[in-house]
């Protein structure tokens, strides 16, 4: 008996168009994190850093002798080495002029090795086997904070002539691990801060009032305050020389649950679609059809007679043929999740860029409940 009352429900179920994948959306359940993982505190961060330099030891893979910059660079690298020459007098097949981009971490002492990347900016073919020569490192101020030397690794390279050649990634990019040197001290002191605070990576009213709750929960008083969607401030703290890393470790350690904001992140360049699990969808119809037109162009030879007077000509015969399949429907409740969208779009056959043409008529219609950022 049992076994027939499931049956007709699955019946019923089919009939009335609902299917297994339309059924009411399950409601996500929240997720337990840290807060160093959501947060950052304020004033720790990093800084990135800019430099102009030489990658050398090419082999006849770099810059063309066009290409000033590269020869005018040459020219100076020597002349600080004693020696005058001329900029039109170099060849720079052997050298390539390179943009040096590191980033420069927090608590970042003299002696501290950074990583350091490499970019051409004239016409080298690769960076294969290259030497980046030092190159000094500045900050947004202009002052210099870390120099880089080092060989050149890349994730690439390319083999062959221009008529018949192959290149794997991108061989004009690459790295110098550990090639950076710190040169100036950029540490933040704790001890000089009057104020703790904390910044969330994504501003959330709800989640800084949450943080501000787990940090008062942990000590037992009211320490924390959310000040808006993004800072948490700690209202008197210890600040006591020697005790602020401990507490810092406390406060990043304490979990919390987030309810994440419903959003869908469409990349049109890429054809990627990124949807989270709790975004809804309202009551709504989807219809979509597709449209081919083909135009074929045959080439015949009309020839005269034999002992007519005519020439033989080429005349193009065009065909143009249109063909419209029906437009295929898919049908969800109110309420419907990600995965009935998913999976009714695949049903009709959709691919990845009809789907971001059908999320963005859906977003039109206020039938998805979610932010849409294309990007």
Not at 64 to 73: H, N
Not at 126 to 154: F, H, I, K, N, S
Not at 197 to 223: K, P, Y
Request: aromatic share 4%; proline share 6%; charged share 20%.
């Amino acid at each position: 008996m049992a076994m027939r009352h499931k049956r007709w429900i699955a019946l019923w179920t089919f009939w009335l168009g609902l299917g297994p994948g339309l059924l009411p959306a399950v409601e996500t359940p929240p997720r337990l994190v840290q807060i160093r993982d959501i947060s950052t505190l304020e004033g720790v961060r990093e800084n990135s850093l800019l430099g102009y330099g030489a990658v050398v030891g090419l082999n006849s893979t770099g810059d063309r002798r066009q290409t000033l910059f590269t020869t005018q660079t040459i020219a100076n690298i020597l002349q600080k080495m004693g020696l005058q020459v001329s900029p039109t007098a170099i060849r720079v097949n052997n050298v390539a002029a390179v943009f040096v981009t590191a980033t420069l971490p927090p608590f970042a002492s003299p002696g501290t090795k950074i990583d350091v990347t490499v970019s051409s900016t004239g016409d080298a073919k690769t960076l294969e086997g290259g030497y980046l020569l030092l190159t000094p490192l500045y900050g947004p101020d202009g002052q210099v904070y870390a120099t880089g030397q080092g060989p050149v690794v890349l994730g690439g390279y390319t083999g062959g002539t221009r008529a018949n050649s192959v290149q794997i990634n991108h061989p004009t990019v690459g790295r110098v691990p550990a090639g950076g040197m710190v040169e100036r001290d950029t540490s933040v002191d704790l001890t000089k801060l009057g104020k703790l605070s904390w910044l969330l990576r994504d501003a959330d009213f709800t989640t800084a009032v949450e943080v501000a709750a787990a940090i008062n929960r942990h000590f037992g008083r009211e320490m924390a305050r959310a000040v808006d969607g993004r800072r948490i401030e700690i209202l008197h703290p210890e600040l006591v020389p020697g005790t602020i890393p401990a507490l810092v470790t406390q406060i990043e350690n304490l979990s919390l649950t987030v309810h994440p904001r419903a959003k869908v992140v469409v990349n049109e360049r890429t054809g990627t679609v990124v949807m989270g699990k709790n975004v809804s969808l309202g009551a709504c119809s989807i219809l979509h059809g597709n449209l081919a037109i083909e135009i074929n162009t045959e080439y015949q030879v009309s020839q005269p007679q034999p002992f007519a007077k005519g020439e033989t000509v080429v005349v193009p015969q065009t065909t143009v043929r249109a063909q419209e399949s029906p437009a295929k429907r898919v049908e969800l409740r109110e309420g419907a999740t990600v995965d009935d969208l998913i999976n009714g779009l695949q049903n009709i056959g959709a691919t990845a860029r009809d789907i971001m043409a059908i999320l963005e008529a859906l977003k039109a219609a206020g039938a998805l409940q979610a932010e849409l950022e294309v990007i």
